[in-house]
């Protein structure tokens, strides 16, 4: 058997290698390593590929989510309202520019934010909701919109798990996530469902006087070259990541049905389990599954992680501690939050290795140990 690893970069590289390869060293011949022509095409296509008007290139993830909320003017004081069961980035940033994170619930099902408790934590300072499409699961977009429109919220969609995800509205209108809200974020880290080499990431909007914000924000806040009309920051996407992302685009859907494969082959193994709650797949999106995530109905998650670990099968608690919990967030109020359902998953769910090279050999034998362990 193949080794058995979270994610497989390395195999899926050597698939496409002649391609990137080729691309790689073309950057470096034109020795156009900032900008240039490679990175407003690959904006350009990616743009294309979610049907949203502007892509805005960066250098992550993270920052995407920080230009995002300085684009949209949040300030010191500010409440944003995110959920607690989310990788950190999404309220870091919120944070770092002194705006307050409101921690709301998750859909046990979904792990997304729960609209319900978004409404209900609305206060007069309430500015922006973030949605994050975790595991590569939609949040109920149709709803959260709607609510924004109610208060007169902004919405920005943390796609950093997500991209590629068809959402489907009640009308049929299918949008892929992160072009619903005003602003939408993602990101090209290696492991990511369309992963860089390096680091990178993106921002994308329909809104003109936006997209010019965004721009402007991430290159220093230049208007023109050396006229800096607002506070920004030094964030770019490099030109051999560009070449790297530009080929990989043209995979993406494809590693999203390997990926959904993968899927398919463990709902199918762990069917009828009692003790697993296999990932939930709303009918208003189609999950691209960024992880494969259990939730452990009545056994132990932490020893089912030791006894997997133990026989070889990578896995990985995401994540073992909830936003709210971290130290970062006591300076925010975060102890005072009792968010029982963040509570209970953070405690339950563990991710099996999804990724666009597993074979049904590597599955069967993932899948049979996590059996062995809850049949034992
Ligand atoms: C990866 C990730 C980010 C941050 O992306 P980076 O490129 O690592 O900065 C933000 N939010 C979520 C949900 C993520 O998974």
Redesign the pocket.
């Known amino acids: 058997m193949r080794p058995l690893q979270m994610v497989d970069t390395k195999t899926q590289y050597r698939k496409i290698k002649s391609e990137v390869d080729a691309a790689v060293l073309s950057v470096m011949e034109s020795s156009m390593f900032i900008g240039g022509k490679v990175v407003s095409e690959f904006a350009e296509n990616l743009a294309k590929y979610h049907g949203s008007k502007y892509c805005i290139t960066c250098a ?4 995407a ?1 920080q230009i995002a909320m300085m684009a949209l003017g949040l300030k010191p004081g500010d409440e944003v309202i995110t959920p607690s069961f ?2 950190i ?2 309220v870091e940033v919120a944070a770092l520019l002194n705006i307050k994170p409101i921690f709301v619930e998750v859909n046990a099902q979904t792990f997304c934010i729960d609209p319900e408790a978004i409404e209900k934590a609305i206060t007069p300072k309430t500015k922006a909701i973030i949605p ?1 499409h ?1 595991y590569g699961h939609a949040a109920d977009m149709e709803k959260i919109m709607l609510i924004a429109k109610k208060y007169n919220l902004v919405v920005i969609e ?1 796609n ?2 997500a991209i590629g995800c068809d959402y489907i509205f009640d009308d049929g209108t299918v949008k892929k996530t992160g072009t619903i809200g005003d602003i939408g ?1 993602t ?3 290696p492991s ?1 469902n369309l992963g860089a080499f390096g ?3 993106a921002i994308f909007t329909d809104d003109d006087a936006l997209a010019d914000k965004l721009r402007m924000i991430a290159s220093h806040g230049q208007s023109k070259r050396y006229y800096h009309d607002v506070v920004g920051c030094n964030s770019r996407l490099d030109a051999i990541q560009a070449a790297i992302l530009n080929i990989k685009l043209t995979h993406l859907d494809a590693y999203i049905a390997a990926r959904r494969k993968a899927a398919d082959f463990y709902d199918k193994a762990f069917a009828g389990n009692k003790s697993i709650i296999t990932p939930y797949r709303a009918s208003n999106n189609k999950h691209v599954f960024h992880q494969y995530t259990l939730t452990l109905a009545d056994i132990n998650r932490d020893k089912l992680n030791q006894f997997l670990t133990d026989n070889g099968v990578p896995n990985m608690i995401y994540y073992p501690v909830p936003a709210h919990r971290q130290k970062m967030f006591d300076a925010f109020g975060g102890k005072e939050y009792n968010l029982l359902v963040t509570d209970w998953l953070t405690e339950r769910v563990i991710s099996l290795p999804i990724h666009t090279e597993l074979d049904e050999e590597q599955q069967e034998f993932i899948a049979n140990k996590v059996l062995e362990f809850i049949n034992r």
């Open positions: 992550n993830g993270t920052d989510l989310t990788y980035a999404t994050v975790l943390d950093a798990q974020c990101s090209f880290y990511k680091d990178g990431g």
